[in-house]
């Protein structure tokens, strides 16, 4: 048995190897470590950097004598993987055997002697700096990311410069660790230095940079935050405005001011809106009536987060902005309120001549939630042609959690030329519109490129043609089970159908489901 474990030391199959490896770990003492030792003579050299491994994680002390010989073997792995057992196996003169490997001639064992004496004490690795930065300076991408998770521990500012070096460092990984070490302190060559990670062309850089300034939450990192959140990444700009939310309205201000730049003013109107606070309302309700209209659409995007009398007031006063896309915006504004005393004033706005503010009032009544939306919603469906326009109607009508609304939204779903437009556009809106939408709908569990015309929807309007009262509703079901299809059930459901007591249902269900069906029996049943 223990031969067969040491040849699956070896083997190209991965779950051998590790199933040999945890198999004479737990054989332990009971001659696992033997066996082993004499191993360690063996001419693969693959199987020799695998013994160490497996003495180190045998955590037997005896094991420590063939550590001396494995460190002078002539393959880099097996001296590697001699050190990584030292630092498992942790002797009180662990740091001082693993001194020499610090200068070995490659750098994948300097890294593993490194990675090793971090795990031990970390401390000493400051009576080892020239190590360090030779390993830094000389080696690959994998000795520099090794070098800089080790500089905290190492804590000498003699590694300072080597960090600042890390922040530009080609290698993504360093630049990510160099960022997480260079988050812990707090002098301003970092915070600058992190400032300039917040444009890194990697997204968990940049995100690292954007939470170690936040937590800094200096002047000159809120600055950059705030600078920052006129990039065109989304989920960046969430992020930054997440966390500048927390320090509060008058930090950010006390911090920035009101910048005359137009970038800079969207940032900063970005922020405000974000935090939620009416204290942001004066500097909002200023900026309202700035000369330009990305400003004034922005504020109008800000009131929408902040839930006050005085933010609905001044959307009310946009809704009428010469400018569509700052009407867009405060409509969509008052519609994340739910400001339902503006609901005639939304619905006056069906009128308006923009189909782009149109798609956003279609939102924006949906979010009120009450019956009268749904006559607002089929005007602004008229007045449009575009598939992408109408999609936010459907939108709008899912929103609106009413019984008519959600099985408007579910039969616009079941039409192959608006379904991807629908698709398309909710992956536009916030996330929790996303979530009440596909809440309203029962559609949480199917993924977006599901078929929406499955089986999930059938299932519905089967529902509601069996269990509704009302002869209309069950004749919408049957139309819109028609653009579904319904397959093999189309026999037993014209059957249940046939009983219905209304001349409408029968009458719909004969014209949309009974066509090629050729059951004599059920046609004169549906014809009586």
Same mark, same amino acid.
């Given at each position: 048995v223990m031969q067969k474990r040491l040849e699956d030391l070896v083997d190209e199959d991965e779950g051998k190897v590790q199933a040999a490896l945890e198999s004479l770990v737990r054989l332990g003492k009971a001659g696992a470590v033997e066996s082993l030792?004499?191993?360690?003579?063996?001419?693969?050299?693959?199987?020799r950097a695998r013994v160490a491994t497996v003495l180190g994680r045998a955590g037997d002390q005896y094991a420590m004598q063939v550590m001396e010989h494995l460190f002078q073997d002539e393959h880099w792995e097996v001296r590697a993987a001699a050190a990584g057992a030292v630092g498992r196996l942790r002797p009180d003169d662990a740091v001082e055997r693993l001194v020499p490997a610090l200068a070995d001639k490659d750098e994948r064992v300097r890294v593993a002697a490194i990675d090793a004496i971090r795990n031990i004490?970390?401390?000493?690795?400051?009576?080892?700096?020239?190590?360090?930065?030779?390993?830094?300076?000389s080696g690959g991408a994998g000795a520099r990311r090794s070098v800089i998770g080790?500089?905290?521990?190492?804590?000498?500012?003699?590694?300072?410069?080597?960090?600042?070096?890390?922040?530009?460092?080609?290698?993504? +990984?360093?630049?990510?660790?160099? /960022?997480?070490?260079?988050?812990? &302190?707090?002098? =301003?060559?970092? !915070?600058?230095a992190l400032s300039q990670r917040l444009g890194d062309s990697d997204q968990r850089v940049r995100v690292e940079a954007a939470c170690a300034l936040g937590r800094e939450a200096s002047?000159?990192?809120?600055?950059?935050?705030?600078?920052?959140?006129?990039?065109?990444?989304r989920d960046f700009r969430e992020t930054l405005t997440d966390l500048l939310a927390p320090l509060g309205v008058r930090k950010i201000l006390d911090q920035i001011g009101l910048p005359e730049e137009t970038e800079r003013r969207l940032a900063l109107v970005w922020a405000l809106g974000k935090t939620g606070d009416p204290n942001a309302l004066p500097v909002l309700t200023q900026l309202a009536d700035d000369r330009n209209p990305d400003i004034r659409a922005a504020v109008a995007g800000a009131l929408g987060k902040i839930d006050d009398p005085k933010s609905? +007031?001044?959307?009310?006063?946009? /809704?009428?902005?010469?400018?569509? &896309?700052?009407? =867009?915006?405060? !409509?969509?504004?008052?519609?994340?309120?739910?400001?339902?005393?503006?609901?005639?004033?939304?619905?006056?706005?069906?009128?308006?001549?923009?189909?782009?503010?149109?798609?956003?009032l279609a939102v924006a009544l949906g979010l009120m939630g009450v019956e009268p939306v749904l006559a607002g919603l089929n005007k602004i469906e008229q007045r449009l042609q575009d598939p992408e326009d109408r999609a936010l109607v459907a939108i709008g009508y899912g929103l609106t959690g009413l019984t008519t609304g959600v099985d408007?939204?579910?039969?616009?779903?079941?039409?192959?030329?608006?379904?991807?437009?629908?698709?398309?556009?909710?992956?536009?809106?916030?996330?929790?519109?996303?979530?009440?939408?596909?809440k309203n709908l029962a559609l949480d569990g199917v993924a977006p490129d599901d078929d929406f015309r499955s089986q999930k929807l059938r299932e519905r309007y089967i529902q509601q043609l069996l269990n509704s009262r009302d002869?209309?509703?069950?004749?919408?079901?049957?139309?819109?089970?028609?653009?579904?299809?319904?397959?093999e059930d189309t026999g037993t459901l014209l059957k249940v159908v046939a009983a219905d007591p209304s001349p409408q249902v029968r009458r719909t269900a004969l014209e949309c489901l009974a066509p090629d069906y050729h059951d004599d029996r059920i046609r004169g049943a549906l014809l009586r």
């Amino acid at each position: 048995v223990m031969q067969k474990r040491l040849e699956d030391l070896v083997d190209e199959d991965e779950g051998k190897v590790q199933a040999a490896l945890e198999s004479l770990v737990r054989l332990g003492k009971a001659g696992a470590v033997e066996s082993l030792l004499r191993s360690a003579a063996d001419p693969d050299p693959a199987v020799r950097a695998r013994v160490a491994t497996v003495l180190g994680r045998a955590g037997d002390q005896y094991a420590m004598q063939v550590m001396e010989h494995l460190f002078q073997d002539e393959h880099w792995e097996v001296r590697a993987a001699a050190a990584g057992a030292v630092g498992r196996l942790r002797p009180d003169d662990a740091v001082e055997r693993l001194v020499p490997a610090l200068a070995d001639k490659d750098e994948r064992v300097r890294v593993a002697a490194i990675d090793a004496i971090r795990n031990i004490r970390p401390s000493h690795l400051g009576e080892h700096l020239d190590a360090l930065i030779d390993l830094f300076e000389s080696g690959g991408a994998g000795a520099r990311r090794s070098v800089i998770g080790s500089i905290g521990a190492a804590s000498s500012d003699a590694l300072r410069p080597l960090l600042l070096q890390a922040l530009n460092d080609p290698d993504a +990984e360093v630049r990510f660790l160099a /960022v997480k070490e260079a988050g812990r &302190r707090t002098d =301003a060559d970092c !915070t600058e230095a992190l400032s300039q990670r917040l444009g890194d062309s990697d997204q968990r850089v940049r995100v690292e940079a954007a939470c170690a300034l936040g937590r800094e939450a200096s002047g000159e990192g809120i600055r950059a935050l705030v600078e920052s959140l006129s990039t065109p990444d989304r989920d960046f700009r969430e992020t930054l405005t997440d966390l500048l939310a927390p320090l509060g309205v008058r930090k950010i201000l006390d911090q920035i001011g009101l910048p005359e730049e137009t970038e800079r003013r969207l940032a900063l109107v970005w922020a405000l809106g974000k935090t939620g606070d009416p204290n942001a309302l004066p500097v909002l309700t200023q900026l309202a009536d700035d000369r330009n209209p990305d400003i004034r659409a922005a504020v109008a995007g800000a009131l929408g987060k902040i839930d006050d009398p005085k933010s609905v +007031e001044i959307l009310g006063m946009l /809704v009428n902005n010469p400018e569509p &896309r700052v009407r =867009a915006a405060a !409509t969509n504004g008052i519609g994340h309120l739910q400001a339902e005393d503006m609901l005639p004033v939304l619905l006056e706005c069906t009128d308006e001549p923009s189909t782009f503010v149109l798609g956003r009032l279609a939102v924006a009544l949906g979010l009120m939630g009450v019956e009268p939306v749904l006559a607002g919603l089929n005007k602004i469906e008229q007045r449009l042609q575009d598939p992408e326009d109408r999609a936010l109607v459907a939108i709008g009508y899912g929103l609106t959690g009413l019984t008519t609304g959600v099985d408007q939204a579910l039969r616009r779903l079941a039409n192959p030329e608006l379904e991807p437009a629908i698709t398309a556009a909710m992956e536009r809106e916030r996330p929790e519109v996303r979530s009440l939408f596909r809440k309203n709908l029962a559609l949480d569990g199917v993924a977006p490129d599901d078929d929406f015309r499955s089986q999930k929807l059938r299932e519905r309007y089967i529902q509601q043609l069996l269990n509704s009262r009302d002869s209309d509703r069950r004749s919408a079901a049957i139309r819109s089970l028609q653009s579904i299809g319904i397959g093999e059930d189309t026999g037993t459901l014209l059957k249940v159908v046939a009983a219905d007591p209304s001349p409408q249902v029968r009458r719909t269900a004969l014209e949309c489901l009974a066509p090629d069906y050729h059951d004599d029996r059920i046609r004169g049943a549906l014809l009586r």
